[in-house]
């Protein structure tokens, strides 16, 4: 298998080191060992030394949430995702994705999501009809909000009407290339779907990211990937944060005490924390997680839920024992792949709000 010696070196030195070992959501929700970062660099090194085949561990490869909790536990500066990122883009180069994997590529491809569904529902369709005129803001909802969580998505646009603001949301919105990115990485077909992306956000003068997924690609690996975005791209939680400081959001009264759960691409990739805190502290009584800010849990995604779906069970139970186990009844997200994770979990200890549910009432 090709590989950077980069990599290779990354590898070589994470395969013999437990130090990441207890931070790995998907490790600590299969208790396999084969799950965690170790286990994958074990792997991946074997395949190397041509021991065994690339195939023979893709589904493990498949299993990293790409969530940099390894990366941020390591003081030796060693990452896990890097290589797992570039053996999933070599495996795509070699024809050697699981096929489940490819199923969801091609619906990428041909559709512009990986559920490969291309029909809105009636109550998005409405809201996107009524703010279809041109406006210096365009409103980037993302494909998991539009496709898989139709009434978050509804009410995010509702969270910006309330606020008096004027803005622009697309029916025919592009892919912003989040989740090739996370399915085959720095691939030519990533590059393209990112490069379409952009020219679609640079008729704006602001670009709000609704989803930290979107969000961190297009504040991050854009760049990374020498794409040029001259709209001025905001998250959602910054935006929000900014009319609750304006008092176009306000709040009637405060609801009781409320736990956030950071997404970890606005809080480790992006090392945004304080301003979902600020829009939670104007309408509810804000406690803390144990594991916050940089440190966050991650809680499951909807993307792996379509070929893990019981792991991600496990991994929104385990943030919603964190919850329960310091006494918290509320836990609100700022990402809507986390929140449909979280409610996905049969249980009546722990109430799970959005931002747009907190705002709303």
Known sequence: MMMTDKAKKHVD?????????????????????????????????????????????????????????????????????????????????????????????????????????????????????????????????????????????????????????????????????????????????????????????NGYRTVVLYDPVDAKVVKQTYGEHGIELSAKAVTYTAFLAELVASGALKAEGKIGAVVYQDPFQLARDLGETEEARAVISAFAELHELHLNRAETVWAGNILMAQYLPEVMVKVAERRIFNATSIGESTIVTASVSEYVSLKSVAQDKVTILSLEDLILG
């Open 13 to 201: 030195s994470c395969r013999f080191c437990w130090m990441c070992h207890h931070i790995c959501p998907i490790g600590n929700a299969t208790g396999h060992e084969r799950s965690t970062p170790r286990g994958r660099a074990l792997g991946i090194s074997m395949v190397n030394r041509e021991a065994i085949a690339l195939e023979e561990i893709m589904d493990n490869i498949y299993e990293c949430a790409m969530c940099g909790g390894c990366v941020r536990e390591c003081v030796t500066g060693w990452d896990p995702v890097m290589f797992t990122r570039e053996v999933r883009s070599q495996a795509a180069l070699e024809d050697k994705l699981p096929v489940y994997i490819n199923t969801l590529l091609d619906n990428c491809l041909e559709t512009g999501n990986a559920y490969g569904k291309t029909i809105l529902c009636d109550k998005l369709t409405a809201a996107i009809a009524a703010h279809s005129d041109k406006t210096d803001t365009l409103l980037v909802l993302g494909a998991d909000a539009r496709y898989m969580a139709c009434a978050q998505a509804v009410k995010a646009i509702e969270v910006l009407d309330r606020a008096g603001v004027k803005f622009t949301v697309l029916a025919d919105e592009k892919p912003t290339g989040a989740q090739l990115d996370f399915l085959i990485g720095a691939t030519e077909e990533t590059r393209e779907q990112m490069a379409a992306a952009a020219d679609m956000m």
